[in-house]
């Protein structure tokens, strides 16, 4: 039986808009917060309270559906067959714990490894990211436009200052260029509303060296349906079932970057 993507988009929607409200009414209560693999990657009560929210949803309606969820409930996944929903409940715990703003719930949904139905819920601003796959992609129901390219030098880059000082992942003195050329950067600490942004226009490329699944797979769906390129750091296909360098951008300014400065 062939599934209806789009009811599996209006039933994340709902989803992700009543785990949104749950959110929003918790910021009066007290977080219990722990850290996970070191003191800076946190992981709240609410964060797995809104994982199990939506996998039960998931089960329920489709329980012969793969989940890879952040926080863990779901099983261990080690391949793509089948449906595979990845979702983040919350992409910006550490903002979420101390701004309760800029963090979002991710949903993407994949059929055989490829990209069906992508969610991105800023919940603060209440602000619905969605896509079916080549059926556009929409913010609050208004539809996205496509994607027009940009020079560098009128392009706004968004990046975390940890891959511009020294880190495990990268030389420094690759991206520092592109920060020095282009107009402006911003972070937001949310890797699911950056690549949101990018897909609605607001940043025109955003570079990362390392997310989980779960937080670019629904961001890779929007972008794309914008006309935009979602690549490693390197262009190369982002595998889905492991970390990963992310770069999204629009697509000239994406190849010139990866030519110019990355393997230039
Ligand atoms: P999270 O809040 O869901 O953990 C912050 O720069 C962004 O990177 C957030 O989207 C955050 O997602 C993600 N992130 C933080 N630490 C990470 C890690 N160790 N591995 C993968 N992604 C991480
Ligand atoms: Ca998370």
Excluded at 9 to 18: D, F, H, L, S, V
Excluded at 91 to 109: K, P
């Amino acid at each position: 039986m062939s599934l209806n993507w789009q009811k599996i988009c209006e039933q994340a929607i709902t989803w992700a808009t009543e785990a949104g409200e749950v959110i929003r009414e918790s910021f009066e209560d007290q977080l219990t917060i722990e850290t996970k693999s070191n003191a800076d990657d946190l992981v709240t009560n609410m964060d797995r309270e809104i994982e199990g929210f939506l996998i039960n949803k998931i089960n329920e309606n489709y329980p012969d559906h793969k989940i890879l969820g952040e926080e863990g409930i779901g099983e261990k996944i080690d391949s793509l067959k089948g449906t595979v929903w990845l979702i983040d409940p919350i992409d910006g715990t550490m903002n979420f714990v101390h701004q309760q703003t800029n963090f979002a719930i991710s949903i993407g949904v994949y059929n055989e490894g490829i990209g069906m139905v992508g969610i991105i819920y800023n919940v603060v601003y209440d602000e619905m990211f969605y896509a079916i796959k080549g059926e556009g992609a929409y913010l609050n129901g208004r539809e996205l436009p496509k994607l027009s390219d940009v020079m560098i030098e009128e392009s706004i880059v968004a990046v975390n200052a940890t891959w511009i000082t020294e880190n495990r992942r990268i030389d420094p003195s690759v991206l520092a260029p592109i920060v020095k050329k282009c107009r402006g950067t911003r972070s937001y600490g949310s890797a699911a509303i950056e690549l949101a942004f990018v897909a609605a226009g607001r940043l025109d490329a955003y570079i990362t060296m390392r997310l989980s699944p779960w937080d670019f797979a629904a961001g890779k769906i929007l972008i794309e349906e914008v006309g935009g390129m979602v690549t490693t750091l390197n262009g190369e296909p982002l595998r889905l079932l492991e970390q990963n360098s992310v770069f999204a951008a629009k697509t000239g300014l994406h190849e010139r970057i990866i030519s110019d400065y990355i393997k230039g």
